[in-house]
């Protein structure tokens, strides 16, 4: 608590929240409801989804269901099950990817 008041005394706003989710199954509709329901309530700005589980056909679809207004990357160009997923809020964070692979994403991630 005490950090988010010293960001508001020196004029900066404070950072929202980071996680990641190992999700399986986001293809479900009532999944994809209950990640975007817990992406507003616990304010989160940058998020790593893990093992969704999706098929690539699906992917644009279901990210843009969830994602409404946020900026994506995926691994399906580098494994055909899309095992991670990294989104952000254009208005919170800015990110870049670094490199990438079928098991991880790397990423220079900095608040706007």
């Known amino acids: 608590m005490s950090q988010i008041l010293y960001c508001k005394r020196k004029g900066f706003s404070p950072m929202t929240r980071i996680c990641s989710w190992n999700i399986r199954d986001l293809n479900w509709p009532n ?5 975007k329901l817990f992406l507003h309530e616990k304010n989160v700005g940058l998020v790593g989804l893990l093992e969704t589980k999706v098929k690539e056909k699906n ?18 160009h580098l494994s055909t099950k899309g095992k991670i ?28």
Not at 31 to 35: A, G, L, P, R, W
Not at 59 to 76: A, R, T
Not at 100 to 111: E, G, L, R, S, Y
Request: net charge neutral; glycine share 2%.
């Open 59 to 76: 992917v644009e679809k279901i990210l843009s269901k969830i994602f409404q207004g946020w900026n994506w990357h995926h691994n399906f």
């Open 31 to 35: 999944k994809q409801e209950d990640v």
């Open 85 to 112: 997923w990294v989104a952000w809020r254009p208005s919170q964070y800015d990110a870049h990817i670094i490199s990438m692979a079928d098991q991880f994403i790397h990423c220079k991630v900095t608040q706007v």
